[in-house]
């Protein structure tokens, strides 16, 4: 039974305090509310922080982000992209908003990074693109994709919402060699500004397209219209484009939070270190670290049970135990092929998705986020041995 005097640990929670307070209560007292200075410096600063000769351009979130970049790589009806299985559906629906379909990926037994192997199989001349995500923050092995979307002439996008910072080859991810990299600063990601996002680009052609289509079309942002000489009412819609901009709100609190972000990731990385150690010795599939000197962003911690497949009972009755002690968790993902709409539209068969169906028989995050305490995770650790089972 759960200790009344123990409080809930949540599975997440984000990691904001009186300077994220005090930024925003500038940000609305300054009279610009929507996007501006603000959303004009986070660009600056988080590309500063990229390091790079990348283009950042901020937007209300990931998706909208990802939905962008597919449009400015000229991906439209009857182009086939191909996904991840083992991801959030944002990664896929994005293909469906222009009109295209989403092919669908096996994820590799060990990291569950979408498979080069299973991309390479799935090409056809309808290709156009194909999107990876860095599940959990731990970069996909980036030079076989690249290597295989220049023989086949397919663009590649990285879906970051994981994976910042994260580094691949001593890289950070959002300078690699792919045509647009787009993170989430969702409320649970490794940093937030509620609701938010930001594609990263080195591509010129790309990033005057999104800056456009960021806001309906238009040929200008709001900012850039009001700060010229040119009259404000001047402003030629050249396509139709969409409602995707970063408010200055968010991007005061972005800022703040990307000043912290170092801080943050250290303190994950310690964390998932302590996960390690503490549960390696249980019959736990515990997840891959970064190789070498690389980073893992953290941002999930997902273990999986060494039988996992032939105790389809487990992860209920774990979760069930962990919850009784008062210990959030959460699940990612239920792969794609497994949710109605892509298994029925698609035709999908989970035999054709042999490792992600492995892995999802007994995947279950546990809570790791910044502003839990080393109690906290030594009362997950507790909870883990004392229900993990044999
Ligand atoms: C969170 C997430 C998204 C969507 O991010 P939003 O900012 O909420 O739109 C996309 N892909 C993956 C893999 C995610 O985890």
Known sequence: MQDTETPFLPYSRPDTGAEEIEA?????????????????AFEREFAAYLGSDCHTLAVNSATAGLHLALEAVGVGPGDEVIVPTMTFTATAEIVRYLGAD????????VTLNIDPAAIEALVSPRTKAVVVVHYGGLACDMAPILSLAATHGLKVIEDAAHAFPTTYRGALVGTLESDATVFSFYANKTMTTGEGGLVATRNEDYVRRMRIMRLHGIDRDAFGRFQSRTPAWQYQVVA?????????VAAAMGRVQLRRIDAFAE???????????????????????????????????????????DRPEWRDSFIEGLAADGIGTSVHYIPLHRQPFWRDRYSLNAEDFPRAEQAFASLVSLPL????????AARVIASVRRHVGG
């Open 24 to 40: 925003v209560a500038r940000a609305i007292a300054s009279g610009w509310v929507t996007t501006g200075p603000e959303t004009a």
């Open 369 to 376: 986020y910044t502003a839990m305490t080393d109690d906290d």
């Open 102 to 109: 989403p092919v669908f990926a096996d994820c590799d037994a």
């Open 240 to 248: 139709p484009g969409f409602k995707y901009n970063m408010t200055d």
């Open 267 to 309: 303190r994950r990385a310690q964390l998932a270190d302590t996960y390690r150690d503490a549960l390696a010795d249980l019959p736990l599939i515990l997840p891959a670290h970064a190789p070498g000197s690389d980073r893992h962003a953290w941002h999930i911690y997902a273990i999986r049970h060494c039988d996992g497949l």
